[in-house]
């Protein structure tokens, strides 16, 4: 099975692809820990990214579909994914169907702009593993650290307010077209983010066992 996950930044799909993710026994592989990671380890592209995500634009397409085609050829792969965070424009999508890369599902995760803007504000991630929490919503069970793995929480430098609300135009310039482009496709279906975390998770799983259209 492979399945995109698609949404506004701080929409939910890293949580939720998690729990799909643990569901299925696939995995998720999210370009935005990808990127993050080549950051910290300073390789090549990861020092040519930085710039763009701190002021949270796009990472050149060149950049990023390289990182994801390296990813996609791991064992691992092999029984299908959950892609987090890509594609994220129309140009990436092209590059996954000329990867030849079948996509079954995309998932789109409906949640207000205000929502986001709350969310990823008081969004804490996990230095270590990736895990995200929120200071009000989904506080870890072990304070600063990961619930997880132990690890340091912190806050990432692209959810500060300024960055947050360009975030949001670049997914509603770019990444939102491609609801057309999977719809027309009859690959795209819709869960509505509720308050409680449970509540959409049970949604996803809905949308994801739904008739196709
Ligand atoms: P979020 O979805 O919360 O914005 P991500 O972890 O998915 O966070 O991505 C963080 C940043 O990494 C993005 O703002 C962008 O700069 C970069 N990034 C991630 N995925 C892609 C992609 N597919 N194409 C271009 N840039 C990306
Ligand atoms: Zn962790």
Redesign the pocket.
């Known amino acids: 099975m492979k399945l995109i996950f698609l949404g506004a930044?701080?929409a939910g799909?890293g949580t939720h692809a998690k729990a799909v993710s643990e569901k299925l026994d696939i995995p998720t592989i999210?370009?935005?820990?990808i990127?993050?990671e080549a950051i910290k380890q300073e390789t090549m592209a990861g020092l040519k990214?930085r710039a763009?995500?701190e002021k949270?634009?796009?990472?050149p397409?060149g950049i990023?579909i390289e990182m994801l085609k390296e990813r996609l050829s791991a064992n691992d792969c092999e029984n299908g994914y959950i892609l987090?965070?890509?594609?994220?424009?129309t140009a990436?999508a092209e590059a996954l169907d000329s990867m030849g890369v079948v996509i079954d599902r995309v998932l789109d995760l409906e949640v207000e702009d205000h929502v986001i803007e709350e969310r990823?504000t008081g969004r804490r991630v996990c230095e270590s593993c990736g895990a995200s929490y929120h200071v009000v919503y989904n506080p870890s069970l072990k304070g600063d650290h990961c619930a997880e793995c132990g690890g340091r929480l912190i806050t990432r430098p692209?959810d500060a307010p300024e960055v947050v609300k360009d975030?949001l135009r670049v997914y509603h310039e770019q990444t939102e077209p491609l609801k057309g482009y999977y719809k027309a496709l009859g690959k795209l279906f819709v869960a509505v983010g509720a308050d409680e975390v449970s509540e959409t998770t049970r949604r996803v799983f809905e949308a994801l066992e739904a008739k196709a259209p």
């Open positions: 930044p701080g799909k999210s370009t935005g820990n990127i993050r990214a763009f995500v949270g634009r796009l990472v397409d990023v987090d965070g890509f594609p994220r424009n990436q990823l692209d975030r």
